[in-house]
């Protein structure tokens, strides 16, 4: 049997704020193992737990949910990597923008 975790003891495990699970479960992007039809109760696996934490690390990284959508069902390594460098890119840009900013100001 799998062990299975209430949304609060998943979001312990991954360090994701229950309103923030409850949120990515609305949008599809982290579904629970189990939902109680009569309560309506949130049951996680810890096998969701590796898939939270990219999750929680992307976002960490502004990366929008669409586009961690996209990187979960991504069906080979290279689209996937194509969508982390596209993002990396995107992160870079926003950098050299706030370096630009900062050494006007400095001037």
């Known amino acids: ?3 299975r975790l ?3 003891g998943f979001s312990r ?3 994701l704020s229950v309103k923030t699970l409850r949120h990515y479960h609305e949008v599809g992007l982290l579904a629970p193992a189990d939902v109680d039809r009569g309560t309506g109760y949130r049951y996680y696996s810890l096998d969701q737990v590796p898939t939270a934490q990219v999750i929680r690390r992307l976002r960490d990284l502004d990366m929008p949910v669409a ?3 996209a990187v979960l069902a991504a069906e080979n390594v290279s689209t996937r990597n194509e969508l982390i460098s596209a993002h990396l890119a995107r992160l ?4 050299e ?3 630009s900013a900062v050494e ?3 001037e």
């Open 97 to 99: 923008q706030a370096r």
């Open 6 to 8: 209430t949304v609060g």
């Open 92 to 95: 870079e840009d926003r950098l």
């Open 67 to 69: 586009d961690v959508k």
């Open 104 to 106: 006007s100001l400095r």
């Open 1 to 3: 049997m799998h062990t």
């Open 13 to 15: 495990v991954t360090h």
